[in-house]
């Protein structure tokens, strides 16, 4: 079955440090491949999507690149701030009905 | 006003109890969605419905019922809480429009269930 694997947490930065956390996944198919992010209180929201091997997903200072050779799509931010403390949760979609498959989510703290 | 919303937002009950969540959508999509969310374990698939007529089980439906009003509303109920159905529920919707958009989910704030 499809599954999706990303960094244990919490992962604690300081602010404009750099920030990698890393999802890896199995999936038959063609999966295309999600970043959601959760903000305290709030429901998940799409933060980028890659649908094809070597896409680019980018949005925010995020980016993930779709990696099939190494079933990878690694989220990662030059500079982060205070505001993206975070839940972040790695995703893929796959099969005829499309529905998605979740990571267990990295929670990201950036400290002042 | 929040495209999807869901009520009640917080919720205690007791063991035994009948519970119904109720999520509602204003952005006109067919596809809805129920998923839990435990700490350490991500969010998994409740039940699904592609439109009124369609209701699928997702990976974890033991315990779970659904009912699909309308295209606009989508409820689940516990019909006996039991205290490991304690968790944060969230509803999502998806446009089935051509290619992969369909893909793309869009999530209510959750509800909080406490099941003592």
């Known amino acids: 079955g499809n599954s999706v694997t990303q960094m244990e947490g919490p992962v604690t930065l300081s602010e404009e440090a750099f920030l990698t956390i890393n999802c890896t996944y199995t999936a038959t198919g063609y999966p295309s491949l999600f970043w959601y992010v959760q903000y305290p209180g709030e429901g998940l929201q799409l933060l980028l999507k890659a649908t094809k091997a070597d896409d680019k997903g980018s949005n925010k200072g995020f980016e993930a690149t779709y990696r099939k050779e190494t079933t990878s799509f690694h989220l990662e931010k030059g500079s982060v701030q205070v505001s993206d403390s975070a839940v972040y949760f790695c995703?893929?979609?796959?099969?005829?009905?499309?529905?998605?498959?979740f990571g267990s989510g990295t929670q990201l703290t950036v400290l002042p | 006003d929040a495209d999807v919303t869901q009520t009640p937002r917080n919720r205690i009950t007791k063991t035994g109890k009948r519970i119904m969540l109720e999520c509602s959508q204003t952005?006109?999509?067919?596809?809805m969605y129920w998923y839990r969310q435990d700490p350490g374990l991500g969010l998994r698939l409740i039940y699904y419905?592609?439109?009124?007529?369609?209701?699928n089980k997702g990976e974890i439906s033991d315990g779970y019922s659904v009912s699909r009003q309308a295209q606009a509303k989508f409820s689940l109920s516990l019909e006996s809480a039991i205290p490991n159905q304690t968790a944060l529920y969230f509803c999502?919707?998806?446009?089935?429009?051509?290619?992969?958009?369909?893909?793309?989910?869009?999530f209510g704030p959750g509800t909080r269930l406490l099941v003592l």
């Open positions: 995703a893929l979609a796959s099969g005829s009905a499309r529905q998605l498959t």
């Open positions: 999502a919707t998806s446009d089935p429009g051509q290619g992969k958009t369909q893909e793309t989910q869009y």
């Open positions: 952005k006109g999509h067919d596809r």
């Open positions: 419905s592609f439109d009124v007529k369609d209701i």
